[in-house]
């Protein structure tokens, strides 16, 4: 498939732990016990903005047919939306950013990494993405963690650059598709959890 496939009907993906799915107006209650959180914004790059701190500004105007993704992250087991992760800045239809965020009472579990890589096997197994790429304050440890767990390498480092609205330190990390392959052919990660979505041979 193509990402011009996905243009109109967004996928849902599952992992052993997670949903990811569209965000829908029914989840304003979770969104608002941890977006407007102010620990969530420390490395985001800029403060919160109104939609975060009053999520039901999100769903007034209806979403625009785009190639992009934004998925609300459901934990299974207390059916809550816990984070939301995008995939977007597509560039030729070749490569993207990713960027994610989690309710800090979720964190510190590798539920992200399960997501990231989820999104991973997505965009290389069912899309013409052969880049992602993310953007991480030198001091997010738990972010910059996460995409290394989750198969991202660190690719360089950008002194004083300009993250979103902030001038700060960051890293750059990228997977390409012969990364992912590369993963895939050593053997599943043990924290990937999502065995039965893995690349088929």
């Known amino acids: 498939m193509k990402l011009q496939d996905f243009v109109q009907d ?13 965000l829908r107006k029914e989840d304003v209650v979770d ?12 490395y985001w790059g800029k ?28 934990h299974k087991q207390d059916h809550k939306v816990i984070g939301d992760m995008w995939v ?6 070749r490569m993207a950013k990713v960027a994610f965020r989690l ?13 990231l890589a989820r999104v991973a096997i997505f965009c290389f197994e069912e899309t013409e993405l052969q880049r992602l790429w993310a953007d991480v304050h030198v001091q997010n440890i738990a972010s910059y963690k996460t995409l290394e767990k989750a198969g991202f390498k660190r690719e360089g480092l950008i002194r004083e650059g300009k993250m979103v609205n902030t001038y700060c330190d960051y890293y750059l990390y990228g997977m390409t598709k012969t990364d992912y392959i590369e993963i895939t052919d050593k053997g599943l990660p043990p924290y990937w959890h999502c065995e039965r979505f893995f690349r088929k041979n």
Do not use: C
Request: charge should be neutral.
């Open 88 to 93: 977007y800045l597509i560039e030729n239809d």
């Open 103 to 115: 309710s800090p009472a979720y964190q510190g579990n590798r539920l992200m990494t399960e997501a």
């Open 47 to 74: 403060r919160p903005g109104k939609s975060d701190l009053n999520p039901e500004l999100l769903f007034q105007k209806p979403e625009k047919p785009t190639k992009s993704f934004h998925w609300g992250v459901v």
């Open 10 to 22: 967004k996928p849902i993906l599952e992992t052993e732990q997670l949903i990811l799915r569209p």
């Open 31 to 42: 969104l608002k016990e941890w977006l407007g959180d102010s620990s969530v914004y420390r």
